[in-house]
């Protein structure tokens, strides 16, 4: 992610540093594209960036980090201190996630 799209790194790291995440900042800088949301939202950006833990997507362990972004909303799905999920919703297309090949 960072070599295709590193003005969402960039922002995701600077976000969650400012939230107080530095461990979560410091694997945003190594985000991998699994897989696209496939909801085919327009509104909609988010991917997979890690494979799901084997029989549950979430569960135990899971949180939610809700980021103040000035451009649409960031939320990140972790599991035991792994990004999970990235959703990028109603944001301006300054990155285009659809269609670019996963990892």
Not at 80 to 89: L, P
Request: with cysteine.
């Amino acid at each position: 992610m960072r070599d295709v799209f590193p003005e969402l790194v960039s922002e995701l790291t600077a976000l969650l540093e400012e939230e107080g995440e530095g461990e979560l900042a410091v694997r945003a800088r190594d985000l991998r594209l699994v897989a696209e949301c496939g909801c085919g939202d327009d509104f909609c950006q988010s991917f997979k960036a890690e494979p799901y833990p084997a029989g549950r997507p979430f569960g135990p362990g899971h949180r939610c980090v809700s980021l103040r972004s000035s451009n649409g909303d960031l939320v990140l799905d972790v599991v035991d201190g792994r990004i999970m999920y990235v959703e990028v919703i109603d944001r301006e297309p300054l990155v285009d996630l659809r269609g670019v090949r996963p990892e």
